[in-house]
Each structure stands twice: as structure tokens, then as C-alpha cells.
């Protein structure tokens, strides 16, 4: 296996331009694929994030007096799933918008009267997915007191479906990407073939195997997927380490983002398919030029 290796090294260094040429293109093509695993890896982990916050408003009618407040309050939190119900009075509401938008706005000062309503910020379990959420949201607002209900897992969940559309556009494009170095290998196997024809033909003259005159290939194509591979990894892993942490300072507040590099699993994985990549490339070709 050795003296493979080396003839592999040999033969990297007699044809550098095009052996250069495919580990840069599988190099480029696992760059992709990692970084779209990169995005979906902390995609999955925003969208579980604010899904555990499961929170609800509960607006109540405006015939609601603080009275009927321990009664409703009671009623909420004796629902399954509910994990805690805080009461919000209009005039702490209103003081709290006040508040937030104080540096904005001078309007609500101008307001003779209190137009916001009494509310519930009722916290959900979310261990049950939407469906669950949702149908302890449709117990909330069968009761009476009840106005309305803003559910800010109704907007996530349309935010999951777009992300479903693109993490499917996504794999598309790694197979893709993934394609394009599998020919490009497969190519350069070939132009490598046709260059060291005769003496394929001296040796097959002389009796040596094909698993003799094949292995110095497969090598060669094992070590162009390992390479480029790691190679890809590493571009990204710089690029990670130098935008990341700027990105995370930014919006991390506003956010709660927490961007973090793909797991010893994930660039295990890529890895494997890089190098199982230049592998295959050289094993179809060799199994159309040896018949």
C-alpha cells in the first residue's frame, strides 16, 4: 500500500496542473456543501431556540374589570400545556409602550384616553410541536373573556415553511455542487489515463494485474477527495473565525444568535464523502478505459 501511495505522489507531481486543478474544484465544491450545512445546523438551532419561548398575548374584552382577574387567570393556567399566566393591565401596558417608544414618538402622550386593552402573556409549553401550541391557543380563545390571541408561532411557523423550501433548494445544490466534482475527477482520471497509455500497455504486456495498474489511480483519487476535502473545510473554518464572531456581537442581542462551526460529525461526514468522492470518480472511469 505504500509503494502506492508513493507512485500515487509521483503521479500528482508529474501531472500538477490538472491534479491541482481537481483538488481545487473538490475543494470549492465541499466549501459549498459545508457552508450550507453551516447555515442549516444554526438555522435549526434559532428556530428551536424561539420555539421553546412559546409565548402568546391575551388580549381580553373591554368589558373586562380586574375583578373577574383571578377567575381567568385561573382558568388559563388550568389548561394542559400552560406553563404560566402574568397578568398585564392597560395601564401598565400603556406605560410600557410609552417607554419603549419614547425616543420615537411624543404621540401617545397626547392620548386623553387608555386605548389598549387588559392582557395574559401566557407562556406554552412547546414539547408538542405547533399542532399541540395551537390547540391550547384555540382552548384560550373559546373563553369568553377572551378578545383576541397574538401567537407568534403562527408566523414561525410560515418562517419553517420557507426554510423548509430553501433547505431543500439547498441539498439540491450540494448534490449538485458535488456532481460537478465527481466529473471533474472522473475527467482528470481520464486525461491522466490517456497520458500514461503506453505504459498501461507495457505493463499489461509484461503481466501485471489491473488491481496493479488501478490502485496507483485510486490513490491518486483518494488522496485528491482527502485533500480537497480538508481543504474546503479549512477555507470555511477562516471564514468562520473571521466574520462569525463580528456577526454574533451584532446581532446576537436582537436575535439571540449564537452562530457556532459544524460539528465533529458533520466535518467528519464531508470528509468521508470528499474522499469516497475522488475515489468513485477514478473507479468508473477506470472501469469504462480497463474492459
Known amino acids: 500500500m505504500i509503494r502506492y501511495f508513493y507512485k500515487a505522489l509521483a503521479d500528482i507531481r508529474s501531472n500538477r496542473f490538472l491534479h491541482l486543478i481537481t483538488m481545487v474544484t473538490i475543494s470549492l465544491s465541499i466549501l459549498m456543501v459545508?457552508?450550507?450545512?453551516?447555515?442549516?445546523?444554526?438555522?435549526d438551532r434559532l428556530m428551536?431556540?424561539?420555539?421553546?419561548?412559546?409565548?402568546?398575548?391575551v388580549y381580553l374584552v373591554p368589558e373586562f374589570s380586574t375583578d373577574m382577574r383571578p377567575e381567568a387567570a385561573s382558568a388559563i393556567t388550568q389548561m394542559d400545556g400552560v406553563v404560566q399566566a402574568t397578568f398585564v393591565s392597560k395601564t401598565r401596558a400603556i406605560a410600557r409602550l410609552?417607554?419603549?417608544m419614547a425616543g420615537s414618538t411624543r404621540f401617545l402622550d397626547t392620548l386623553t384616553?387608555?386605548?389598549?386593552?387588559?392582557?395574559?402573556?401566557?407562556?406554552?409549553?412547546?414539547?408538542?410541536?405547533?399542532?399541540a401550541v395551537a390547540a391550547v391557543v384555540g382552548q384560550i380563545e373559546s373563553l369568553s373573556v377572551v378578545e383576541s390571541v397574538e401567537?407568534?408561532?403562527k408566523w414561525l411557523a410560515r418562517v419553517l415553511d420557507f426554510f423548509q423550501w430553501v433547505r431543500v433548494t439547498g441539498y439540491v445544490m450540494c448534490?449538485?455542487?458535488?456532481?460537478?466534482?465527481?466529473?471533474?475527477?472522473?475527467?482528470?482520471?481520464?486525461l491522466v489515463f490517456?497520458?500514461?497509455?503506453?505504459?498501461?500497455?507495457?505493463?499489461?504486456?509484461?503481466?501485471?494485474?489491473?488491481?496493479?495498474?488501478?490502485?496507483?489511480?485510486?490513490?491518486?483519487?483518494?488522496?485528491?477527495?482527502?485533500?480537497?476535502?480538508?481543504?474546503?473545510?479549512?477555507?470555511?473554518?477562516?471564514?468562520?473565525?473571521?466574520?462569525?464572531?463580528?456577526?454574533?456581537?451584532?446581532?446576537?442581542?436582537?436575535?439571540h444568535l449564537d452562530i457556532r462551526f459544524l460539528s465533529f460529525t458533520a466535518m467528519?461526514?464531508?470528509?468521508?464523502?470528499?474522499?469516497f468522492l475522488g475515489w468513485f470518480g477514478c473507479y468508473l472511469s477506470l472501469r469504462q478505459l480497463l474492459k
Open 34 to 43: 459545508s457552508l450550507f450545512l453551516l447555515f442549516f445546523e444554526n438555522l
Open 48 to 57: 428551536d431556540s424561539w420555539n421553546q419561548e412559546g409565548r402568546a398575548m
Open 98 to 100: 410609552k417607554e419603549q
Open 113 to 131: 384616553q387608555n386605548p389598549l386593552p387588559h392582557a395574559f402573556e401566557v407562556h406554552i409549553q412547546t414539547r408538542g410541536g405547533f399542532e
Open 151 to 153: 401567537y407568534g408561532q
Open 175 to 190: 448534490a449538485l455542487f458535488l456532481l460537478i466534482a465527481f466529473f471533474i475527477t472522473a475527467s482528470t482520471v481520464r
Open 194 to 255: 490517456h497520458s500514461r497509455q503506453s505504459e498501461v500497455e507495457i505493463m499489461r504486456l509484461v503481466g501485471a494485474t489491473d488491481r496493479f495498474i488501478k490502485m496507483p489511480f485510486y490513490m491518486t483519487g483518494l488522496i485528491q477527495g482527502g485533500a480537497g476535502g480538508m481543504a474546503g473545510l479549512l477555507i470555511l473554518f477562516a471564514a468562520y473565525l473571521a466574520l462569525c464572531p463580528g456577526i454574533s456581537r451584532s446581532m446576537g442581542d436582537s436575535f
Open 268 to 275: 467528519g461526514g464531508i470528509w468521508v464523502v470528499s474522499t
